[in-house]
Each structure stands twice: as structure tokens, then as C-alpha cells.
């Protein structure tokens, strides 16, 4: 997997260049990436496929909207093993996902200033 680099024009420009829903929606992320990754792994260790469904849906959605394609492909990936019930490989491809989703956390603090 590439190293996540945010790509700060191309977020603005989704968000009409508003630099202060930029900062509410990188913060929003950090506020909610360790309670994302807590959600993912519990589904996963219950076998609730339905909800690590949801979870990775919800995960997708949350690196899609930083402009990480590589992470977002990822949780889909995850997302379709729920939706089939195929679990094989489900637990290798949760820690990737939710390395991913701690890594773009670090670079988006960093755009923070933190």
C-alpha cells in the first residue's frame, strides 16, 4: 500500500474551499478512528458479518473522503467479505485497514498542527 499524503487542494475543492469544515472534518476523523477500528475488530470477533459489513462501509466512506483511495479500496474489500459472509483472510485484511486508518489519523494531526 502507497503512503497516505493528503492531498489538501483536492479535499478543499470537494468542500467548496472551506478551510474551516477542512479542519472540523480532520478533527471529526481523529475524534472517531480508535472507536473505527474498536467497531471493526469487535464485528470481526464476534463473526457478525452484517455489522463488520456496515463498519468497513462506514470506514470506506470516512478514507474516500480524505482522498485516500488505497485505504478505501481496502475497508471495500473488507466491506464485500462481510457482505458475502467469506471471512477467510477477513483478519489480515482488518489489521492493514485499521493500520491504514491510524496512519492517515498521524498525517492528518500532523495538517493540524499537532
Do not use: W
Not at 59 to 77: I, Q, W, Y
Not at 80 to 109: F, P, S
Amino acid at each position: 500500500m502507497n503512503p497516505f499524503v493528503i492531498d489538501k487542494p483536492a479535499i478543499l475543492d470537494r468542500l467548496g474551499g472551506d478551510e474551516d469544515i477542512f479542519a472540523m472534518m480532520l478533527e471529526m476523523y481523529l475524534q472517531e478512528v480508535d472507536s473505527n477500528c474498536q467497531a471493526l475488530q469487535a464485528a470481526l470477533d464476534a463473526g457478525n458479518v452484517a455489522t463488520l459489513q456496515r463498519e468497513a462501509h462506514t470506514v470506506k466512506g470516512l478514507l474516500a473522503t480524505v482522498s485516500d483511495d488505497d485505504g478505501a479500496a481496502r475497508a471495500l474489500a473488507l466491506e464485500q467479505m462481510g457482505k458475502l459472509g467469506q471471512l477467510d483472510g477477513a483478519a489480515a485484511l482488518l489489521g492493514e485497514v485499521q493500520t491504514r486508518l491510524r496512519e492517515v489519523a498521524a498525517v492528518l494531526a500532523a495538517e493540524l498542527g499537532r
